[in-house]
């Protein structure tokens, strides 16, 4: 199981599907395939590992599968995995996690009542931190949400003469890109649009633009103008005129968008924090003050501080001279 969740880090973080490995074994336990899904629309991990043991020259009959996820029992972009499992001769199948989809979900039964012996549950909680956001987004029929800022040790996102560029180092804005080229999508208001003129694509260390670009969401009730910078490269451009956070999310989990990036700015940072809506937040922090200027957050209508939004730290690292603190909401 641990060869497969590292196999399955190897498919993409972005997409509608999960990041999930496979790997068989003969009856003498000896690993004779390997698989990874590659992304939605490709071969799932367990046909991969099948084919690969197959190219091999080797049999699958009376084999072990041990994959990261339940196999789909649905038929999708794809065929049903245990169809394919069983089709095969496949002795047992070792899982990790449960899939949690209404569709695909409950391959387990399927494969039992086949003849198949089956275990689920192993190295669950190792599993579960690949797929958290995936996982988790299906569960709740909603995107997972990152709330992303940079901003001075005092909180502020810009000078009182609005100048922005650059609080953080290069670095920490590479850093930043690597997470853009993760996500399905990007939230920006109308104000971050019209202000700051950015481009929200995700780009490489080098500068140049990543394989994948995420849509790029604009909402509010002012219109992007023609010759703003997120009309030209990257990925495809979403006007939302509702500023109901619960109503965007709603909208993209349409567009089969499992992981959304909210970066900006304050009033829709606020909006999405005040209707429970963040997930985690990724803070960028320079070594620097302000004394003034506008703060990362707007208004949270929390007047004491019982009222606090508090989250948990999950992680703290030190990025080219800044520093990233990673925190989660509460979870159900
Ligand atoms: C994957 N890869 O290796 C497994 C998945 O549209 P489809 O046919 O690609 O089906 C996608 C669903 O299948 C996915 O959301 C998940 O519930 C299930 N299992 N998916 O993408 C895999 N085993
Ligand atoms: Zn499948």
């Given at each position: 199981?641990?060869?497969?969740?590292?196999?399955a880090a190897r498919g993409p973080a972005?997409?509608?599907n999960p990041q999930v490995g496979?790997?068989?074994?003969?009856?003498?336990?000896?690993?004779?395939?390997?698989?990874w899904h590659a992304g939605?629309?490709?071969?799932?991990a367990?046909?991969?590992?099948?084919?690969?043991?197959?190219?091999?020259?080797?049999?699958?009959?009376?084999?072990?599968?041990?994959?990261?996820?339940?196999?789909?029992?649905?038929?999708?972009?794809?065929?049903?995995?245990?169809?394919?499992?069983?089709?095969?001769?496949?002795?047992?199948?070792?899982?990790?996690?449960?899939?949690?989809?209404?569709?695909?979900?409950?391959?387990?039964?399927?494969?039992?009542?086949?003849?198949?012996?089956?275990?689920?549950?192993?190295?669950?909680?190792?599993?579960?931190?690949?797929?958290?956001?995936?996982?988790?987004?299906?569960?709740?029929?909603?995107?997972?949400?990152?709330?992303?800022?940079?901003?001075?040790?005092?909180?502020?996102?810009?000078?009182?003469?609005?100048?922005?560029?650059?609080?953080?180092?290069?670095?920490?804005?590479?850093?930043?890109?690597?997470?853009?080229?993760?996500?399905?999508?990007?939230?920006?208001?109308?104000?971050?649009?019209?202000?700051?003129?950015?481009?929200?694509?995700?780009?490489?260390?080098?500068?140049?633009?990543?394989?994948?670009?995420?849509?790029?969401?604009?909402?509010?009730?002012?219109?992007?103008?023609?010759?703003?910078?997120?009309?030209?490269?990257?990925?495809?451009?979403?006007?939302?005129?509702?500023?109901?956070?619960?109503?965007?999310?709603?909208?993209?989990?349409?567009?089969?968008?499992?992981?959304?990036?909210?970066?900006?700015?304050?009033?829709?940072?606020?909006?999405?924090?005040?209707?429970?809506?963040?997930?985690?937040?990724?803070?960028?922090?320079?070594?620097?003050?302000?004394?003034?200027?506008?703060?990362?957050?707007?208004?949270?209508?929390?007047?004491?501080?019982?009222?606090?939004?508090?989250?948990?730290?999950?992680?703290?690292?030190?990025?080219?001279?800044?520093?990233?603190?990673?925190?989660?909401?509460?979870?159900?």
């Open positions: 199981m641990w060869r497969a969740l590292e196999l972005h997409g509608p496979a790997v068989l074994l003969d009856p003498a336990g000896r690993r004779i395939g390997e698989g939605a629309g490709t071969p799932h367990e046909p991969a590992a099948l084919a690969d043991a197959r190219s091999a020259g080797h049999d699958p009959r009376g084999a072990t599968m041990v994959v990261t996820l339940e196999p789909c029992r649905h038929t999708g972009r794809t065929g049903p995995c245990t169809h394919a499992l069983i089709a095969a001769g496949v002795a047992r199948v070792v899982y990790a996690l449960d899939d949690p989809s209404p569709t695909a979900g409950g391959g387990a039964g399927v494969l039992r009542s086949a003849g198949l012996e089956v275990v689920g549950g192993l190295l669950a909680e190792q599993a579960d931190t690949i797929v958290h956001p995936w996982l988790t987004a299906v569960r709740r029929g909603r995107p997972w949400v990152t709330l992303k800022h940079a901003t001075t040790l005092d909180g502020r996102v810009a000078a009182a003469d609005g100048s922005s560029r650059w609080i953080t180092s290069p670095a920490a804005r590479r850093h930043a890109h690597r997470l853009r080229a993760q996500v399905d999508a990007i939230v920006v208001g109308t104000g971050t649009a019209l202000r700051d003129d950015p481009a929200l694509t995700a780009r490489d260390e080098n500068g140049g633009l990543s394989a994948h670009q995420p849509l790029r969401v604009v909402v509010g009730r002012r219109t992007v103008p023609a010759g703003a910078r997120l009309r030209g490269l990257g990925g495809p451009l979403v006007e939302v005129r509702d500023h109901d956070p619960s109503a965007v999310l709603t909208s993209l989990a349409e567009h089969e968008v499992r992981h959304v990036l909210v970066e900006g700015g304050p009033t829709v940072a606020a909006a999405f924090l005040r209707a429970g809506l963040v997930d985690e937040v990724h803070a960028y922090l320079a070594a620097a003050y302000l004394g003034a200027g506008p703060a990362a957050v707007g208004d949270l209508a929390i007047t004491s501080i019982d009222g606090a939004l508090r989250l948990t730290v999950t992680e703290a690292t030190i990025v080219g001279g800044d520093v990233l603190v990673v925190a989660r909401n509460q979870e159900e």
